[in-house]
């Protein structure tokens, strides 16, 4: 038998999934239901802020989310009314100032190490953005792909105002692709902090809600994402981010191979005769 026509082994494509409701985080609180899953930074005492290991731990997380066929939908949220408060004074910006160029730079690929996982998990991330939302929060902000937040969220990108520059993990990158070139010049350029009612008219925040309302929309919505066709917003994800490197007739080529591949899928067969009866389609994401 040739390689070409040597069968499948779907115990071993079986073996590459890994659920991650069985996950056990250790940095920050992760919970998995009905192809929910939450993180939810757990810091409230400190605002929520993010320590070399939580750093490391996310980024592992999100990198591993590519096999998890349990995990549909991700939310991420911080615990006491604030979303995250950047890197932690004590634990990451006073051990950095001690470091040399080599070890700065290991840390600093490591960062954006995460925001690269985000983009490329095939999951939707909705940040649930409440209260201070500063530095490397507004980046994990930043990199989810919708952003709910409330009338008191501050978020601001402050890194000028600890003598760095503002771009860091993407942000000058993917910053004047939400808010535009202007508008993320001066938030990068001062590092003020930006007003829930302002970040949602400057598109930062897609909506807001009321604080005790916040985690349950981004539930909600979670929700309704993951009840659709999940392959084929997997690949709205993947799409929505590679075609930033393309042309405009190379995003239409893309596009029509990715969109014909999303026709082979039963979920794609499970609407038409869902509509040919006049029903909702019941989606499985295959």
């Not at 920050?28 to 899953?37: D, K, N, S």
């Not at 005492?45 to 591993?64: C, H, I, M, Q, W």
């Not at 508008?183 to 007003?195: C, F, M, V």
């Amino acid at each position: 038998m040739n390689q070409a026509s040597a069968p499948i082994d779907h115990a071993l494509l079986a073996g590459n999934r890994r659920p991650a409701s069985s996950y056990r985080a250790t940095h920050f609180l992760w919970e998995v239901q009905a192809g929910v899953a939450v993180v939810t930074l757990n810091r409230p005492e400190r605002k929520n802020p993010l320590t070399f290991d939580s750093y490391a731990e996310l980024r592992d997380l999100f990198g591993n989310l590519k096999f998890a066929d349990d995990v549909k939908v991700i939310v991420i949220a911080g615990a006491g009314g604030n979303f995250c408060s950047g890197g932690d004074v004590h634990e990451i910006i006073g051990p950095l100032v001690r470091l040399k160029v080599p070890e700065l730079l290991m840390f600093t690929r490591m960062t954006g190490e995460l925001v690269k996982v985000m983009r490329a998990c095939p999951q939707p991330i909705i940040a649930a953005v409440d209260g201070v939302c500063a530095g490397a929060g507004a980046i994990v902000a930043m990199a989810s792909d919708i952003r709910l937040g409330t009338v008191r969220s501050k978020t601001a990108f402050l890194f000028n105002r600890v003598g760095l520059a503002g771009c860091d993990m993407g942000a000058c990158a993917m910053l004047p692709r939400i808010v535009g070139q202007g508008r993320a010049s001066e938030l990068l350029y001062t590092g003020r902090a930006l007003g829930g009612e302002e970040a949602e008219r400057w598109g930062f925040l897609n909506r807001l809600c009321s604080p005790e309302r916040l985690r349950d929309e981004a539930l909600a919505l979670a929700r309704e994402l993951a009840d659709g066709p999940t392959f084929a917003n997997g690949i709205t994800k993947t799409m929505l981010h590679q075609e930033w490197a393309m042309t405009i007739d190379q995003a239409i080529e893309a596009e029509a191979q990715a969109q014909a591949i999303c026709m082979l899928t039963q979920d794609f067969t499970r609407a038409y005769e869902a509509f040919a009866v006049k029903k909702k389609p019941v989606f499985q994401g295959d």
